[in-house]
């Protein structure tokens, strides 16, 4: 990693990555190709291989490095690396590991940390906080102001703010914050009783998507229950490094829900959908909550898993539709989850299925990577939007709310005017 200075060199204060998971990477290289780093910089520094290396040589006594800091945190921990190893290495809990690592030893700028603490530890994790924040947005929206700012080119004198506010979501009034504590009963014969996560900023920004969600589980037998208490499910906190937060979330999550008697825990947010599987490893210390985790964790299904397992109820007007699918990546590598989303947009009449070129490769979204690394992200998204083009698809459907808005951003930027959709919006419009 090179020579640093004393003053750019800092003792790890974590243990970082288990060694017996380190120890499972041969550095075969089967993995660089799937790496959407690698493949745009060509840097073995910045491959899973080339990070692996350098996490194992800090576990081991090496100093932490700006260089060591510059790599890990380029990672958009999109996990593709794990499709593709051979040899199961666990890169994901590897990278959160290393992250929680370098938060604990690693001294941040004030306005970083301020800002860090604003957005992960006191709006996100906070009904009230988010509410008030969409409310302030919603109105800076509808009054022509974000308009106005983006057609002047005003926003562009302020740093990164013309970046940020292109890719920030839609507030839409009302928001889903006023269903939570519901019940809405099964249409026709009820088959299931299942609980729905609504997320923590997709009540917000993706309100309509949640209602979406309920009624497509109604029209499928299922008693819908958005158990009150529930909030952030914390994989924000711990791609970011903050991994107690996180788990502090995870109890919270665990007590609204566990002991409900559901058939099943519903999420239709893929990135969250993978970290709340993997409670039960998050909480493995944790003697009061460990079993009780692992149970929530066993609960968990991501809405198209779950409606692809059960009979779909066919009663659906055809969509006039060309559709392609673009993989979110917690639900293909984290999750394995590739052909339930297909399958289910392939049950809708009349719609034309179109598979684009490397589909399970990341948009560059990755949580809040497009925020922080924004030149990378674009970098990222314009070659996965060549790939969606060259569908002549009228639709990008996708699993997860972040990709959603990273391909909007996409389509604005490079694409052909595409909508874009989660799959389970296209099955209400079909049920519509």
């Known amino acids: 990693m090179g020579a640093s200075s004393s003053l750019d060199v800092i003792n790890t204060a974590a243990s970082g990555p288990a060694q017996a998971d380190l120890d499972k990477c041969v550095h075969c290289g089967l993995c660089l190709n799937a790496c959407p780093t690698y493949r745009e910089l060509g840097l073995e520094m910045d491959s899973p291989r080339g990070r692996i290396y350098q996490m194992n040589q800090v576990v081991n006594g090496a100093p932490v490095t700006p260089s060591y800091r510059k790599h890990i945190d380029l990672c958009l921990a999109c996990r593709g690396c794990e499709t593709a190893c051979p040899s199961g290495v666990p890169y994901g809990r590897m990278i959160e590991a290393a992250r929680e690592q370098l938060e604990a030893c690693t001294p941040r700028p004030l306005l970083q ?31 022509g102001l974000q308009r106005l700012l983006r057609s002047t080119g005003v926003l562009r004198a302020f740093g990164r703010a013309a970046e940020l506010d292109a890719l920030s979501p839609e507030a839409q009034i009302p928001f889903f914050f006023g269903k939570i504590g519901a019940s809405f009963p099964a249409l026709g014969e009820k088959r299931f009783r299942v ?24 029209q499928n037998g299922c008693e819908v229950v958005i158990p009150p208490g529930q909030g952030c499910c914390g994989a924000l906190h711990l791609h970011s490094g903050m991994a107690e937060q996180a788990r502090a979330l995870a109890r919270k999550n665990i007590d609204a829900i566990c002991d409900g008697g559901f058939d099943a825990i519903l999420t239709n947010a893929a990135g969250c959908g993978s970290t709340l599987k993997e409670y039960g490893h998050l909480l493995s210390s944790d003697a009061d909550y460990k079993n009780k985790a692992g149970k929530f964790a066993a609960s968990i299904r991501d809405v198209t898993e779950f409606l692809a397992q059960i009979d779909l109820n066919p009663a659906m007007k055809p969509l006039d539709l060309a559709v392609t699918y673009q993989d979110s990546c917690h639900l293909a590598h984290g999750q394995k989850i590739k052909d339930a989303p297909r399958r289910l947009l392939k049950s809708i009449p009349g719609l034309s299925y179109r598979e684009m070129p490397m589909a399970d490769l990341c948009c560059g979204s990755a949580g809040i990577y497009n925020l922080v690394h924004t030149d990378m992200a674009m970098r990222i998204l314009k070659n996965k939007m060549e790939s969606v083009n060259s569908t002549r698809a009228d639709v990008i459907a996708t699993a997860n709310p972040g990709c959603m808005l990273q391909l909007a951003a996409g389509v604005r930027l490079f694409g ?16 519509a």
Do not use: M, W
């Open 195 to 218: 609980a729905f996560l609504a997320g923590c900023i997709a009540n917000v920004a993706f309100a309509r998507l949640n209602e979406a969600t309920v009624r497509v589980l109604q």
């Open 416 to 431: 052909q005017s595409q909508r874009v959709v989660h799959v389970v919006q296209l099955l209400d419009e079909a049920y």
């Open 113 to 143: 940390r301020l800002a860090k603490k604003c957005l992960l530890e006191k709006l996100i994790p906070s009904p009230t906080a988010l509410q008030i924040a969409g409310a302030a947005f919603y109105a800076y929206q509808v009054s």
